[in-house]
């Protein structure tokens, strides 16, 4: 860090600050001046040799969408055997920003949420911008879903019992594919887990200018993010389900946990996505966690407070099941 620590360094705590420390040597220059290529190449996560959390069974698919064929991964949980019946479903989107993001980026979590759930996690690996800017990544969402409902059996997955969630970007994604089902009259998730998702685009909530410096995520840089999602041709227009924040209703939508960091510009959007959930009559859980910064979700066995978060999301699906 600077030799002036910013304003919020007090507020993460041990694990945040070390994690703080290594992105900066990591990132010489923003992802904003890096661009698309070399970002990806710079915070590519590599497979792991020794995953934290071994399952028996994790099956690598590839499956059809208007946009040609898509991989997926789908993770099995350990903890009961194949005549135990179908299982219930989360499909989760990753985040970065719709321009960053791999399979092998959310291994480890969607690993420890089968794990530890004893759901099903489908994991997808959707088209990124700005090589396919919006609405690409959302149409890939929308074919997975539905072809993981017509597939379910197959699978060893209750089509009834499927869940969407994602982080940042992937939480976007989840909320705005429950909002197009919705629309279109189709059967919906049975929840949604949204970690700190980026649904507004309008940067004015007080965490955009609080956190304007924070780790990973810069304001600067979300909003180069945002940029590359919409793609040049986009004319300022921006509709819901690209910024799920300006849907006139929420409406019916499925129950929802929303998990969101203290040190993020995306915080209170987030939160206030939370709060007109429950005002539309959604059934609503939201978490803000403590002490650290956007992207800890997925850093399982660096933040203490990420196992924490995974737990949640285990109780919740365990909790969406038993319901």
């Known amino acids: 860090m600077n030799e002036v620590n910013p304003s919020y360094w007090n507020r993460l705590d ?11 040597g990591t990132l010489k220059k923003p992802v904003r001046e890096l661009g698309a290529e070399a970002a990806r190449k710079l915070l590519a996560t590599p497979p792991a040799e020794q995953p934290i ?14 946009s040609g064929e898509l991989r997926a991964r789908l993770y099995h949980p350990d903890d009961a055997p194949p005549s135990a019946g179908p299982r219930p479903a989360l499909v989760y989107l ?3 920003g719709f321009v960053l993001g791999t399979l092998d980026g959310v291994d480890e979590v ?13 994991s997808l690996e959707y088209r990124l911008a700005p090589e396919n800017p919006y609405p690409a990544a959302l149409d890939d969402c929308l074919d997975a879903f539905a072809w993981l409902r017509r597939a379910a059996s197959g699978l060893g997955v209750d089509p009834h019992m499927i869940a969407v969630g994602g982080d940042s970007a992937g939480g976007n994604l989840a909320a705005a594919l429950c909002l197009k089902l919705r629309d279109l009259g189709l059967a919906r998730p049975v929840s949604q887990v949204l970690v700190y998702p980026a649904v507004d685009g309008a940067f004015a909530t007080p965490s955009w200018t609080e956190f304007a410096d924070a780790p990973l995520l810069t304001s600067a840089d979300a909003r180069w993010f945002w940029e590359q999602y919409l793609g040049p041709d986009h004319g300022g227009a921006v509709d819901h389900y690209a910024a799920p924040m300006r849907a006139e209703s929420l409406r019916d939508l499925p129950p929802a ?12 959007d987030a939160e206030a996505y939370a ?3 429950r005002r539309d009559g959604v059934d609503v859980t939201v978490t803000r966690c403590a002490g650290v910064f956007h992207g800890f979700f997925t850093e399982v066995g660096v933040f203490a407070r990420t ?7 285990a109780r919740h699906l365990r909790g969406v099941a038993g319901s």
């Open 275 to 277: 709060e007109r959930l």
């Open 307 to 313: 196992d924490e978060a995974i737990s949640q999301v």
């Open 53 to 66: 959390t071994p399952l028996d069974r994790v099956e690598r698919l590839t499956l059809p969408a208007r």
């Open 94 to 96: 990753h985040g970065g």
């Open 14 to 24: 041990a694990d945040a600050r070390y994690a703080a420390q290594v992105i900066a």
């Open 110 to 122: 969607c690993r420890a949420i089968a794990a530890r759930s004893g759901w099903a996690v489908f």
């Open 257 to 268: 946990l929303v998990l969101t960091a203290e040190v993020d510009p995306l915080r209170d």
